[in-house]
Each structure stands twice: as structure tokens, then as C-alpha cells.
């Protein structure tokens, strides 16, 4: 990956052609490389190459379902659901895997996650995850960047060339409608620009700039993947990230003493 500069000059955003249903066990990273393999234009890999996987195939491969037939949902998320026409097994599933509950209003449960981030029903999924759908839910990745490197190696060792990847996921945005999709793992990039010290194009120094580049390359390659598509991987060829070793999660979350919201 190139480092920091002027950046890019022309993106291109190539949505994998090809990949089937995930199912638990699957193999993700030889699904993606066949998809580089069928898509046109996908090879030879680059330097400035990022593969984008969504974290809903990254979770069905690594098996992340809670079957809701096994779950006894406490007092509290009962309550919860019969007021705003919830599944209760649903509310129980979040509150589970939450930390700390931010807030739960209007049928929403925001929380905190064991990895660290703010998410609306702590990103546990009921839609599009197969078959059984309706019958269970899918969890985030126990580890996003190890998802990450994992695919990160297995597509090296395949075609002789490292690109960067991030796995994606649809979050919410306090104060602001509609949701976007942001980096929650990454491998072979650092997530960040730090441009603080760095002068701006009038000469002046930034002491406050950092680019969030793997949010900012996560969503752009959700313009060509869309949410009924069943397109969960792109190729994001020309952001040359910057170069160096990063993470989802402890380079990108904010610590709470910095937090003037918490």
C-alpha cells in the first residue's frame, strides 16, 4: 500500500461476481478468490487493492447464528418487545451480547458491544441470513480483524498478492438519518490517516485532521453491493490506504476519556 499523499486520483469499485449462499464451515476466502477469478477486471491484483466482505457472510461462515428457539428471554426484554411489537428472544439475544445499554426507546436497543462498538440492537441481524430466517439471528464476529487477516492471507498465498481487507457492516449514525456501511475489521492497512502536523492546501497546520479511510472505503464499495443484491464482497481498487498494520477496533474506537458524549 502507498502511504500518505495526495491521495487517489480515480476509484473503482468492482462488485465479486458469483458468490452463493454462505452456510457455517464455508471456506470464505477460496469463495472469494474463485469470485476474483469469474470477475472481469479483478485480476491481476494490485498494491492499492482493498477487498470489501460484508460481515453478514463473514459471521454466516464462521457460524455466529443464535437459534431463538433455545433462547428464555428475561422479565425486562418481555416487557420490552410486547410494547413496541418486538421479538423478545431478539431483545434478549442484544441485551446478551451487550456491555452497556445506551439507550432503549421507540423499539430500539442501542448498546455497547464486547468489541467496543455503539450499535443499534448490537448488531444482531434478523434479515437475510438464509433458509431459516425468522427462526434465528446472526451475531457480529467474535474477532473482525482476525476475519479480516484470515482472508487477507488465504487470497495472498492464492495469487501472489497481498491486497488490504476490510469486513463492512451497516451502522447508524447519531443525528443523522440512514445508515452506511463502516469498516469493523481490517487487515493489511492502517484505518486512520493522521494528517495532524501536515499543512493544508493553503499552508496552514492541521492539528485536528484524521481521515477515517477504512469507513470511507467500506462505503463506497456499498454503493455497488446494495442491501437485495446478494453481492457481499467488491473490490475497491485505487485507495491506497495508508500503509502499516491496523485494526477495526483498537485504532478506530474512541477510549472514554476522549468520549464528550459518554
Known amino acids: 500500500m502507498s502511504g500518505p499523499g495526495p491521495g487517489p486520483v480515480r476509484l473503482e469499485v468492482i462488485a465479486l461476481d458469483g458468490i452463493p449462499e454462505v452456510h457455517p464451515g464455508d471456506d470464505l476466502a477460496s469463495l472469494v478468490g474463485d469470485a476474483l477469478e469469474r470477475t472481469a ?8 487493492d482493498v477487498i470489501v466482505v460484508t460481515q453478514k457472510v463473514v459471521s454466516k461462515a464462521e457460524g455466529a447464528f443464535v437459534d ?3 433462547i428464555e428471554p428475561r422479565p425486562e426484554a418481555v416487557a420490552y418487545a410486547a410494547r ?3 421479538d423478545a428472544r431478539q431483545v434478549e439475544v442484544v441485551l446478551r451480547q451487550a456491555v452497556r445499554v445506551v439507550r432503549m426507546d421507540h423499539g430500539v436497543v442501542i448498546v455497547e458491544t ?8 448490537g448488531g444482531v441481524d434478523a434479515s437475510n441470513v438464509g433458509s431459516a430466517s425468522g427462526g434465528v ?3 457480529l464476529p467474535d474477532d473482525p480483524d482476525a476475519s479480516a487477516r ?3 492471507d488465504a487470497v495472498g498465498r492464492r495469487f501472489g498478492s497481498v491486497p488490504g481487507v476490510v469486513v463492512s457492516d451497516s451502522l447508524g ?3 443523522r438519518f440512514g445508515i452506511m456501511d463502516l469498516a469493523i475489521g481490517v487487515a493489511g492497512f492502517r484505518p486512520l490517516e493522521d494528517l495532524r502536523g501536515t499543512v493544508d492546501a493553503d499552508g496552514r497546520s492541521m492539528s485536528a485532521t484524521i481521515r477515517a479511510v477504512a469507513d470511507e472505503i467500506a462505503s463506497a464499495a456499498e454503493l455497488v453491493l446494495g442491501k437485495t443484491a446478494r453481492r457481499p464482497v467488491a473490490l475497491v481498487r ?6 502499516g498494520v491496523g485494526s477495526g477496533i483498537s485504532d478506530v474506537l474512541m477510549p472514554p476519556e476522549l468520549d464528550l458524549f459518554r
Open 41 to 48: 477486471g479483478a485480476l491481476p491484483l494490485r498494491p492499492d
Open 68 to 70: 431463538l428457539a433455545t
Open 84 to 86: 413496541w411489537d418486538r
Open 114 to 121: 464486547r468489541h467496543g462498538f455503539i450499535l443499534a440492537n
Open 137 to 139: 439471528v446472526l451475531l
Open 150 to 152: 484470515a482472508i487477507r
Open 173 to 175: 449514525r447519531p443525528w
Open 238 to 243: 485505487g485507495a491506497s490506504p495508508p500503509a
